[in-house]
């Protein structure tokens, strides 16, 4: 059997890929870090296929014995300090992780092996985030980078230093630049999960507003189920390259919002939101659209998902978590269709 390991496996998109890879028959190992994980005992519930590893992006001998244990024939780098606000309050930190993590992790593959002879292949969960103040719309894989946040800084080295590994030490090292991709996994500090998670229990009864920053901000979102399937595909190339993974498409936030509030019968949502400026980004993003034509046509990806759909999915969820922890009966609400 293949063996893949990936770090950042207790996040949203580490477990969606865990799932995908287990269906394919790979043995799977994912990397926990902290000494008492939190997230560890959900994920042991919930996949018992899984094998976890203790080791942490920011210490490099963790990396190399995890290697050395596991023999991986695949890693994928999904670790990271990946909350953009938060990047901003502990810049340094997200320079650590999730730029020197990306160096660390390409160090321990070419000592571990990772030439011609023992190739093991390595993805890099690069980010839209990088294209930040955009030189051109849509953005492809030739679109240069300006991004504006620490994160957006980090993953810029992250994504270079993995494309300068390729070109320096030929290690087969892809690259993929994902735009926002969200689903029920999404942590609640990430705005599509604050949203539908808010709007599931303002209907519950169990909050009565929700506390935003502009509304105005536009975002391509895709389902991360779809796009895990792509950081797979790219590895199974012949040659390494870098692909964006996008939908295409572009909503607001506060489009986002009304579907949300739709999704849990509440059409005037307008008296629930208040605006609170500290949610503003200090530097703003411009149009993030992707354009994945690259991976549609030698990858064969597209995604499945559409935003109302995934919406959807993510309000349900939320709804039935919601009702699940205060003991409420769905059946006794409104709820549309
Ligand atoms: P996430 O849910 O925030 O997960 C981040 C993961 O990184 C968690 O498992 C976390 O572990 C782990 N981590 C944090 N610090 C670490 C460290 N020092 N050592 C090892 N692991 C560490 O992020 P996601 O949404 O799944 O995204 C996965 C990757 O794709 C990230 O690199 C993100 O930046 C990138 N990306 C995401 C999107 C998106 O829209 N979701 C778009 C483009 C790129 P603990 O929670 O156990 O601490």
């Not at 539908?196 to 169990?206: D, M, Q, V």
């Not at 536009?218 to 964006?244: C, H, I, N, T």
Request: with cysteine.
């Amino acid at each position: 059997m293949p063996r893949a390991f990936i770090t950042g496996v207790t996040g949203q998109d580490g477990q969606h890929l865990a799932e995908f890879l287990h269906g394919q028959g790979y043995d799977v190992f994912g990397m926990v870090k902290g000494q008492n994980n939190p997230r560890v005992a959900a994920l042991t519930d919930e996949m018992p296929w899984l094998e976890l590893v203790s080791g942490d992006l920011a210490d490099l001998p963790s990396l190399v014995s995890v290697l050395e244990m596991v023999q991986p024939d695949e890693v994928y780098n999904l670790g990271a300090i990946s909350f953009v606000a938060l990047s901003f309050t502990q810049p340094e930190l997200t320079a650590n992780i999730t730029g020197l993590g990306v160096l660390r992790m390409l160090e321990a593959i070419r000592m571990v092996g990772g030439t011609h002879d023992n190739p093991i292949r390595f993805y890099q969960a690069s980010s839209s985030e990088m294209f930040g103040k955009v030189r051109e719309t849509p953005q492809t894989e030739m679109t240069p980078f300006h991004p504006r946040s620490p994160y957006g800084c980090a993953k810029v080295f992250g994504h270079d230093i993995t494309v300068n590994y390729r070109e320096s030490y030929g290690l087969f090292a892809c690259s993929g630049i994902l735009f926002n991709h969200e689903g029920p996994r999404r942590g609640l500090e990430f705005v599509t999960r604050k949203v539908t998670n808010a709007a599931a229990r303002i209907k519950l009864g169990l909050q009565h507003e929700l506390v935003m920053g502009t509304l105005d901000t536009k975002r391509d979102w895709g389902f991360a189920g779809d796009y895990v399937k792509a950081m797979w595909m790219m590895l199974q190339q012949d040659s390494p390259e870098d692909f964006v993974i996008a939908t295409g498409e572009t909503q607001t936030v506060r489009e986002l919002v009304e579907r949300a509030f739709a999704a849990v019968g509440i059409d005037d949502w307008e008296p629930y939101v208040r605006k609170d400026p500290k949610f503003d980004r200090p530097a703003e993003v411009d149009l993030l659209i992707g354009d994945a034509s690259k991976a549609k046509e030698q990858l064969g990806w597209e995604p499945e998902v559409a935003f109302p759909e995934l919406v959807t999915m993510m309000v349900a969820n939320d709804l039935a978590l919601e009702a699940a922890k205060a003991g409420i009966d769905l059946d006794t609400l409104d709820l549309p269709g």
